[in-house]
């Protein structure tokens, strides 16, 4: 069988291809373990590059040896693949997904104009072509012919434009930033001043012309990888300036794409069925299923035969050890476009200081964590970049050694001081940390007691709490936390809102003029190179201010049966995207 594994993938730089490598600006919020989908060899935290050979040690496809041994529980399923997985919130609307597991379902449902590569580059999907004027400020799509929905009806880019609406509407408020793509009259549409966008033209069912204002590096994905909703189905209950008849479908989806929902039962699986009148052709396998798995269940599961493929396993020594021991399993490991993160509470005045927002990253033996969970396949971070990426740079970022004596240093000139108890105090406050972390997480399990004992020798005590990671979500929406642990899945630009003042991702109440400056020129400037220094300016300000600790980039893992084959996956493209060329070996 041929297996597809991308490793170090190298870009051109180029003007043509970092317009079509431009990401829509959001990231994906993810456990600190999980494997998300994510240029050249990979720099360790301390600059230095990994030698080659340890690089092949971590990085690579690793062949099922013996199919022989593939369990009868699995051997015996002909139409069906299980994938384990976390469990998804159920927010299958590609308008107000947040977390990789609902963007995993979405992937399977619906479709866009044009779509990610394994290299980062995006192609043509649904779009026959895209026209781009020469000043930029016009996009023109054209809808390939006999596109349908998974019920029969035929797409038209009338379904693109109450998409576009939606978007627009003032009542969103999902994890985009529609009126930043600068579409003309979406201002006026958003404040209700007009029933329709001046800027979209409908020039017939299949073609659709967009004006803007202004154009920047991510206005081609901006546009153009916005997943289609149709509206036959989502425009009943839609009335302008109000969602709620939308978000009351998001658990009941219907979209284009290559599988369609059959059921979903929260914490125990999603059900897919294959869309038979998906445009590329029906599905190879029938039937796919997203089972709910955990760090305990997941390598069980998949050595009966429960599961064919698992995401989100810990990529670590012994598991790697333990799935190449069952035989049947075939294995990728490959750098991760993402990274592990503590977050701080902004609006909680201990944290508004950034000399205890350093203090508390010295104060942590941050390698001792990854290490001890890890080993090889991880390496301590300082900027919130992936080393995958072209804008990642090591120069002139502090690398926040474990230090306590810096740390206590940083917390006295703070204002927090050692009282008579040991504890650092200030102004009559005791310093305590609410943590929130994911349960059933090695981790969690590693970092917790490691961070008791460092911040309790600084003479700050912890108290954790474990909960399941959508509950932790949940804080993180609501503000209802001080400090809490998870991970972020990073799209092939690094343009994001997570560092923005009051960006749509910033939960944390983060504010930086320098850092929104320096995002806002990055992201209006085409030449790669100049965004390049602009990027590294901006990680340079990160680094300094702290808005997070950061903690780790790892190795991403995805064990599949070997029985199957099709799946292209890499650091850029999630498998979801592949289902439908998966075929199960008879």
């Known amino acids: 069988m041929r297996k597809k594994w991308w490793g170090f993938i190298i870009l051109t730089l180029s003007f043509a291809l970092m317009l079509g490598a431009c990401s829509g600006g959001n990231n994906s919020a993810m456990p600190p373990t999980t494997n998300s989908g994510e240029n050249a060899n ?35 399923r002909t139409d069906t693949v299980i994938i384990g997985t976390t469990d998804p919130k159920g927010v299958f609307n590609p308008l107000f997904m947040e977390t990789s597991y609902d963007y995993y379902i979405n992937y399977a449902i619906f479709d866009s104009f044009i779509e990610v590569q394994a290299d980062g580059t995006y192609t043509n999907s649904l779009a026959e072509k895209v026209d781009i004027s020469e000043d930029g400020l016009k996009y023109t799509y054209h809808l390939k012919p006999g596109v349908t929905f998974s019920d029969g009806t035929p797409m038209t880019v009338k379904d693109y434009y109450f998409t576009l609406k939606l978007y627009m509407d003032a009542s969103y408020d999902g994890q985009s930033d529609p009126l930043s793509w600068h579409i003309v ?26 004006s803007l204002t202004e154009y920047t590096a991510l206005t081609p994905v901006e546009l153009g990888n916005m997943y289609v909703l149709p509206e036959h189905y989502y425009g009943k209950e839609y009335k302008q300036g109000n969602l709620d008849g939308v978000k009351k479908l998001n658990n009941k989806p219907l979209g284009s794409g290559q599988y369609k929902l059959v059921s979903y039962s929260p914490g125990q699986e999603v059900v897919l069925e294959s869309n038979e009148s998906y445009f590329r052709g029906t599905p190879n396998v029938k039937n796919v299923i997203f089972r709910t798995t955990s760090e305990t269940t997941s390598m069980p599961m998949l050595q009966q035969g429960e599961t064919d493929m698992q995401d989100g396993m810990s990529v670590t020594e012994d598991n790697v050890e333990a799935l190449k021991a069952m035989g049947f399993v075939d294995i990728s490991l490959l750098p991760n476009n993402g990274y592990g993160y503590i977050a701080f509470n902004h609006k909680l005045p201990k944290f508004s200081d950034v000399k205890v927002r350093q203090a508390l990253v010295y104060g942590l033996n941050r390698k001792e964590i990854v290490q001890g969970v890890y080993g090889p396949y991880g390496n301590v971070i300082n900027i919130p970049q992936s080393n995958v990426s072209w804008a990642y740079t090591d120069e002139n970022i502090e690398p926040y050694e474990f230090d306590l004596e810096k740390a206590g240093q940083l917390l006295d000139e703070a204002g927090w001081t ?61 503000g209802e936390y001080e400090m809490y642990f998870a991970a972020w899945g990073l799209t092939p630009d690094p343009d994001n809102t997570v560092y923005i003042t009051n960006g749509s991702q910033n939960d944390y109440g ?24 602009i990027y590294k300016e901006m990680y340079q300000e990160l680094n300094k201010d702290v808005p997070v600790i950061l903690m780790y980039q790892r190795k991403n893992m995805v064990a599949v049966n070997g029985r199957l084959d099709g799946f292209d996956i890499s650091p850029y493209k999630d498998f979801p995207f592949s289902l439908y060329q998966v075929k199960i070996a008879q």
């Open 510 to 533: 983060y504010s930086n003029p320098k850092v929104d400056e320096l995002m806002d020129k990055g992201k209006k400037t085409l030449d790669i190179e100049e965004r390049k220094a």
């Open 185 to 210: 009259g979406a201002n006026e549409y958003n404040e209700g001043k007009s029933s329709e966008i001046s800027g979209v033209k409908i020039i017939d069912d299949h073609t659709v012309e967009i």
């Open 42 to 76: 990979t720099p360790t935290e301390s600059g230095e590059t990994s030698p080659e050979s340890d690089t092949e040690a971590t990085e690579g496809f690793i062949e099922a040896a013996d199919m022989s041994l593939n369990p009868l529980a699995a051997a015996n």
């Open 418 to 478: 050692l009282n008579s108890k040991g504890l650092r105090e200030k102004d009559g406050e005791v310093f305590k940390i609410n943590f929130s972390a994911t349960a059933d997480n090695p981790v969690v399990d590693a970092l917790l007691p490691i961070m008791t004992q460092n911040y309790k020798e600084l003479g700050i005590e912890i108290v954790a709490e474990t909960l399941d990671f959508n509950a932790v979500m949940d804080k993180s929406n609501t």
